[in-house]
Nanobody, 122 residues
Framework: QVQLVESGGGLVQPGGSLSLSCAASGTIYSIAAMAWYRRRAPGKRRELVAEVSSGGSPNYPDSAKGRFTISRDNTKNAVTLQMNSLKPEDTGTYYC???????????????WGQGTQVTVSS
C-alpha cells in the first residue's frame, strides 16, 4: 500500500510565504508526475496548482506562475511546494498527488494525500 503524507500549511498574512511538503511511502517502484492541487471551498472542484514530471520539469497554471515553485527529491519520494506572495484567494485545502507504480510490471495508480489547510488572511 502507498501513502502520501503532507506537512506544512497554516495561517499566513497576504504577501507571506509557506512551504508544503509531501512524502510518499510504502511499496514504490517508480513515481511519475507529482503535483499539488487545491480545493478553495467545500463543493468546489480541485484545481491544479503545480506539477512536476519525473525528470523535474515543472508546470504551473497562470495563477501560480512567478509565485509558486514545485520541486521534487526522487531519493526521498518527496515533493515540495514553495508559495510566495500569497493572496487571500490562495486559501484552501491543498492536496498532494502522485502517479505511482508499485512493481515493475504494475500499472500506475493515482494517489492523494489527506489535504492540508492553507489560510491567507490578515
Amino acid at each position: 500500500q502507498v501513502q502520501l503524507v503532507e506537512s506544512g500549511g497554516g495561517l499566513v498574512q497576504p504577501g507571506g510565504s509557506l512551504s508544503l511538503s509531501c512524502a510518499a511511502s510504502g511499496t514504490i517502484y517508480s513515481i511519475a508526475a507529482m503535483a499539488w492541487y487545491r480545493r478553495r471551498a467545500p463543493g468546489k472542484r480541485r484545481e491544479l496548482v503545480a506539477e512536476v514530471s519525473s525528470g523535474g520539469s515543472p508546470n504551473y497554471p497562470d495563477s501560480a506562475k512567478g509565485r509558486f515553485t514545485i520541486s521534487r527529491d526522487n531519493t526521498k519520494n518527496a515533493v515540495t511546494l514553495q508559495m510566495n506572495s500569497l493572496k487571500p484567494e490562495d486559501t484552501g485545502t491543498y492536496y498532494c498527488n502522485a502517479l505511482i507504480r508499485s512493481t515493475s510490471s504494475g500499472n500506475r495508480v493515482e494517489y492523494w494525500g489527506q489535504g492540508t489547510q492553507v489560510t491567507v488572511s490578515s
